[in-house]
């Protein structure tokens, strides 16, 4: 399964419905630069051991190229392509002054050690060096990348430079210049934009059960949240597997298990399930917040949710989107729906460039309005066009990609 191909797929539907100017189609089929880098990493036994990592800059015509960094044993080009293709159009959606790109790594660090790390991110720095910058190309965490790996980004950056530029990198630790409610930021988006479908859509907390798939820094946020605002959460996996409680599963209980454990099963009071019935269970509400490619053509028929809110990047394959429109489930959109951890970096971003440091309220008081107003815009496009969320998030953004790719074109 070809991420990259289901991105495409998303945007000629898209394209088709808004008649898309064909030059502009052309250009976001295409990305402006790939960087693909062998690089070293010096091992804790005295070896040496080479890498494979890319950094693929999508667009820039809205601005600088922005998004995350991924290390993980399945990235590769394809992924690294679709990603930074989403960026483009997520950036878009929130209207935000920044293009897409995304970077990865080959990699499983899980199997190394903290000065192996340290190594491998500074490493990387080096060779995508000449294509990244403040105003060039803004990497961010994402899959298995820590607040730790961007503060090496930007040290050693800083260095070759020759002068500090933290805005060479969003989603620093505090004390290295990153924001406040970064950390929290793209769980708290998720959350701000369900409230403001719920708000027109209407679902209660009372009567609406969410299962949440992946357990990372997202899916623990949004658990989190749905949990605080009375919202039964009765399953979550992570990569080991899954419990489910019909009666609702202890949320802070389950983060500090995962902190101390690195796992959720075997939660006291709870089932243990794997991450395949997870998105099969009856719920109201189905967070997928792992990896792409998770609900496809073999499992979407047994899913039960009414609403997918897709925390993750790319969870949907087309063909299960499709079958999830037919039957009426509500699928609110990955470039929307996780666009506050993004939104939050650029927020990270003016708080470097003008030296400044907010606080937690000051930044959640900017990120908050900029949901709602990007859900809302996502709401009445789809109304207007008839089409899905999906495709009237594409929708929204490509009216102003296509703006901004014809005036330098
Ligand atoms: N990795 C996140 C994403 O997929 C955040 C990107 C960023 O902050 O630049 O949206």
């Given at each position: 399964m070809s991420a990259f191909s289901n991105a495409m797929r998303q945007l000629e539907l898209a394209a088709t419905a808004m008649h898309l100017d064909a030059y502009t189609l052309e250009r976001l089929r295409h990305p402006q630069r790939i960087v693909e880098v062998d690089f070293p990493v010096k091992l804790d036994d005295g070896a040496t051991k080479l890498l494979h990592g890319y950094r693929v800059q999508w667009n820039d015509a809205r601005g600088p190229f922005k998004g995350g960094l991924r290390f993980h044993p399945q990235t590769d080009l394809d992924e690294v392509k679709a990603l930074s293709f989403w960026m483009s159009i997520k950036c878009a959606v929130v209207n935000i002054p920044f293009g897409g790109g995304k970077g990865g790594v080959t990699?499983?660090?899980?199997?190394?050690?903290k000065t192996e790390l340290e190594s491998l991110a500074r490493s990387f720095t080096r060779a995508i060096a000449d294509v990244i910058?403040?105003?060039k190309d803004v990497p961010a965490p994402d899959v298995n990348t820590t607040p730790q790996i961007m503060d090496w980004l930007a040290d050693e950056y800083g260095k070759i430079v020759g002068k500090p530029s933290p805005a060479v990198v969003t989603g620093k630790t505090l004390d290295h210049g990153g924001s406040e409610g970064r950390g929290t930021a793209t769980g708290q988006g998720a959350y701000y934009v369900f409230e403001a479908f719920s708000r027109k859509l209407g679902w209660d907390p009372e009567s609406t059960t969410v299962a949440v798939q992946g357990f990372g820094n997202a899916g623990q946020e949004i658990a989190r949240l749905f949990h605080h605002h009375g919202y039964k959460v009765v399953a979550v996996s992570d990569s080991q597997g899954g419990v489910h409680n019909e009666a609702g599963l202890d949320i802070p209980e389950l983060i500090k298990q995962k902190a101390q454990t690195g796992h959720v099963v075997r939660l006291p009071e709870s089932r243990d399930i794997t991450n395949e019935e997870l998105l099969t269970l009856p719920c109201g509400v189905l967070v997928p917040?792992?990896?792409?490619?998770?609900?496809?053509a073999q499992n979407v028929d047994q899913v039960k949710a009414s609403v997918v809110l897709e925390v993750a990047n790319g969870p949907t394959t087309p063909e299960a989107d499709l079958a999830l429109a037919k039957r009426g489930v509500t699928v609110i959109p990955d470039v929307l729906a996780n666009a506050g951890g993004v939104t939050t970096s650029f927020l990270e971003w003016q708080q470097n460039m003008t030296n400044e440091h907010w606080s937690e309220t000051q930044v959640f008081e900017r990120l908050k309005p900029i949901m709602d107003d990007s859900s809302e815009g996502v709401l009445s496009t789809a109304e207007k066009y008839a089409v899905t969320y999906r495709e009237a998030a594409f929708i929204l953004a490509l009216e102003r990609l296509d703006k901004a790719i014809r005036k330098i074109a």
């Open positions: 990699v499983n660090p899980k199997e190394l050690s910058g403040p105003e917040s792992a990896l792409e490619n998770t609900l496809t």
